[in-house]
């Protein structure tokens, strides 16, 4: 049984959606500390050929505040200004209506929770991709232990005997030396995003949300792209 922990992001890039495809167990990882100015709180979309962040606000309470604890701070008028940035972007897109759905929770001011808005909108991706690990909270176990052990001690939990992790984090996984010897395997990520064609960008921009994706190409081959089967798409 294959396991991914990551923290749960908005409107993720393809790599996120690449590693879902990839296992069994999928837990987000919503027992960790809060970073504002993070990939937790917001992402990127081209503006004028620019690749420009949109952000959710929120209310964070301390510095040690974990991520499942972030609550969204709809003083500030964010809903209404993303859903008309957005509508502008890709108005003109061949895909425009198979993107409107994934915006629906940001319309939804019953959603309080930055986690609880994440988790919506990457499971609702994620089931129109066709992907179907079984989604699991971090925080609904119960574990404890910091840093790679806390990872270890999640996939022990679940009885996964392989540990997929994004390359990045492979400095510090190595470093900490605990899955070294532990009977879980850990292995990394290999996915390098094709080029796909977008809409209205004189210079094409990687590493976009997913959003950007999905308008362009649709659902069908977006589920290609994703499992690096997007080779000139």
Known sequence: MKCAIMQPTYLPWAGYFNLISLVDYFVFL????????????????????????????VKQSSQKQIIKEVLIDDEQRW????????QHIYAKHPFLKEIEPILDPLRDTSIKYLADLNILIIEYIAQKLKLCPRFIRAS??????KRSD????????????EYLSPLGSADYLIQDGSFDS??????????????????GVVDYVTHLSIIDVIANIGWERTALYIKGLGEGI
């Open 79 to 86: 809903r209404e200004k993303h859903l008309k940035t957005f």
């Open 30 to 57: 919503d027992d960790v500390q809060f970073e504002r100015r993070s990939w937790q709180s917001r992402n990127r979309i081209p503006i004028n050929d620019i690749p420009t962040w949109v952000t959710v606000p």
């Open 140 to 145: 609904d176990l119960s574990i404890g232990e």
């Open 150 to 161: 806390h990872l270890l001690s999640i996939c022990k939990k679940l009885e996964c005997n």
């Open 182 to 199: 532990s009977g879980v395997l850990l292995m990394f990520q290999n996915y390098t995003p094709s080029v796909y064609p977008q809409q």
